[in-house]
């Protein structure tokens, strides 16, 4: 996959100035295989965070009002965004035709057996797979990464190999953290786990819809 590249300018602004957390942070040389990874929320969180777009600012988004616990480190990939391809694909996969891509970057759970205190990190990843989820009528996907050099989770190639309590607990999370007590629909599907190369396939189709967002951003 080719790299995104900065200008040599974009890059020396870089060293005085913080970068953007989605635009100006690289993915990575040797993505889809292993991502830099912008991460937002941590286990401990009692609310939740996510990046403002604008600014680049880590914001509070909302109290977490339940005991929804996250059990992994929560973020997403920085220069990708979930346009027609990643809707397409879910689409495709789903045979759901009215599938959109939710217009955000691709989000990532990094798995990792230490404990990071906060967000607002950066953590190097490899990618094993994914979680196939639709809120609504949006492609929402999940990446499922591991934390790089990690003492329990790096010797997991594919997400295959991942205890089947794990998976589980982080599917209920996503199932469960945007629904109120007494909801009559559920407002969020997982259709279906992928695998390592379909994660790649995902990701690489989200750096394809970002370098087409922002083309179509600086000729508005």
Avoid at 5 to 16: A, E, F, N, Y
Avoid at 72 to 77: D, P, R, W
Avoid at 123 to 144: E, H, S, V
Avoid at 181 to 198: M, T, V
């Amino acid at each position: 996959m080719a790299k995104i590249s900065i200008d040599p300018i974009g890059k020396l602004l870089g060293l005085r100035y913080k970068a953007h957390p989605w635009h100006g942070i690289e993915i990575g040389a040797d993505a889809p295989n292993e991502l830099t990874c912008f991460i937002e929320m941590v286990p401990t969180d009692t609310v939740k965070y996510e990046i403002d777009k604008v600014t680049g600012y880590l914001t509070i988004d909302r109290p977490q009002k339940f005991s929804s616990i996250l059990p992994a480190l929560y973020g997403f990939i920085p220069q990708t965004f979930c346009g027609k391809r990643v809707g397409d694909k879910s689409a495709q996969s789903t045979g759901k035709p009215d599938i959109k891509g939710d217009g955000d970057p691709l989000d990532v759970c990094v798995l990792t057996e230490k404990d990071v205190a906060h967000g607002d990190v950066l953590a190097r990843a490899i990618p094993i797979g994914g979680f196939r989820m639709l809120d609504g009528n949006q492609a929402d996907d999940k990446i499922i990464a591991v934390l790089k050099n990690d003492a329990v989770y790096s010797h997991y190639k594919d997400i295959s190999e991942i205890p089947v309590a794990v998976l589980n607990r982080l599917k209920h999370y996503f199932l469960t953290y945007k629904e109120m007590p007494g909801d009559a629909a559920k407002r969020c599907e997982i259709s279906h786990i992928y695998n390592r190369e379909e994660a790649h396939e995902l990701i690489n189709l989200a750096v394809d819809d970002y370098r087409e967002y922002i083309e179509k951003m600086m000729f508005e």
